[in-house]
């Protein structure tokens, strides 16, 4: 008879406990007074403009003219902006919406090593029997005319059909060695005197 009375006080208990979680887990929570912590003032960079300041200053002035040039820094070339003086990341979307595609090489590593000199020109070629993207665009060494590397998909996406109707394009080396290229056209690189 106790064990049967132990076992009952058991049950009794358990169901009074899942009765009590399960009501507790339908109120509120209880009000924190705290304050709540202010996280970090955001680092702003004197050498780099944000998507915000890029917006802002990548543009072409009243005038039509850029508000923007090309410059050597740290044995690249950069683009920097006249306004601040900061310089845009790759692939930065101001610069694309004005025709400027500015990125990394990709692939260059399957190919033989090819060390361009910063400032010069290399070559697009179209490769629409490539396997892997009929959209490709080879960066080809203009003296050999040796594929190495190529556009990065979502730039080539953007490109192909403008290089396919005959668009006069440039890619210029800006760093690495022929691996960070600028793709633009040709009448503004040579507004940007680098044709």
Known sequence: MW???GVVIGLALIVV???WFFAGSQHQPLRDDRPTPTPPPKQVSDKWLTSE???AELIRNNDGSLNFFVEHRDGALR???KSSGKMPAKG???LARLG???FNVRGHKYYSQVRRQVGSEVG???EPDNPHDPRAIAVVNPSTGKIYGHVNKGYASRLYKRLDAGEDFVAIVMGAAGKHIAVMPRDIAVELDLV
Request: aromatic share 20%; no cysteine; glycine share 10%.
């Open 3 to 5: 064990v049967f009375l």
């Open 17 to 19: 406990g899942l009765s």
């Open 53 to 55: 300041e890029a917006g």
């Open 79 to 81: 683009f920097v902006s």
């Open 92 to 94: 930065s979307p101001p």
């Open 100 to 102: 400027i595609f500015y």
């Open 124 to 126: 697009l070629r179209r």
